[in-house]
């Protein structure tokens, strides 16, 4: 019974974060989905090509369940999931990551959460695990990628929120006048001498 309830609960949050990450490339420009929006050309694009690996990768591999999606060698691996060439569509990287969906939805399904599971690009003595630790390894994975979207896309348009049904009209002068307040505490908090340039 507490299996049942574990597996739904934790499937459900997955399949929340699913949702919200392909929510934040909604009405973007194709340069706005695949451009650079950190340092390390962290992009949203990205992010879901990402995510979309990281599950075809521990639904189907570590399990023998191997995804119907060609994918290079874990091996191989030369962050080339983070990005999107110019030659992938953004129709093309949604589609990968919803056919894994229903690749990752199948393999939760069928396997109990004790079902043994194999990681080879885990170090030893930690590559044996079972369905119920990938699952919450795959949930931080995905929430964590989400988080990124959530400020990437913030800093983009200023459009917050997990779900589009919640989103709310952007008050610009709210936030600014919200903003001006965390600055000045923390430059009262903070000696003069580290304060940036204004």
């Known amino acids: 019974m507490i299996d049942d309830f574990a597996k739904d609960n934790l499937h459900g949050r997955l399949r929340r974060d699913r949702k919200a990450l392909l929510w934040k490339l909604d009405g973007l420009s194709e340069y706005d989905a695949r451009r650079p929006l950190t340092a390390t050309g962290t992009n949203l694009l990205g992010l879901v090509k990402h995510v979309a690996t990281v ?11 191997p995804s119907p999606e060609p994918l290079p060698r874990w091996q191989d691996s030369d962050g080339s999931d983070l990005w999107a060439t110019e030659d992938e569509t953004r129709d093309q990287i949604i589609g990968f990551y919803l056919r894994t969906w229903e690749h990752s939805d199948a393999t939760i399904k069928e396997l109990p959460l004790d079902a043994p599971g194999h990681v080879p690009w885990w170090p030893d003595p930690r590559p044996n695990t079972n369905l119920f630790a990938i699952m919450v390894h795959v949930l931080g994975e995905s929430n964590r990628h989400t988080g990124h979207a959530d400020i990437l896309r913030e800093g983009l348009d200023g459009r917050t929120g997990v779900r589009a049904e919640h989103e709310k009209q952007i008050d610009r002068q709210a936030r600014t006048a919200h903003w001006a307040k965390i600055e000045q505490a923390a430059r009262s908090a903070a000696p003069t001498k580290a304060w940036p340039a204004a």
Do not use: L, W
């Open 55 to 65: 599950e075809a990768r521990y639904f189907g591999e570590v399990f023998d369940r």
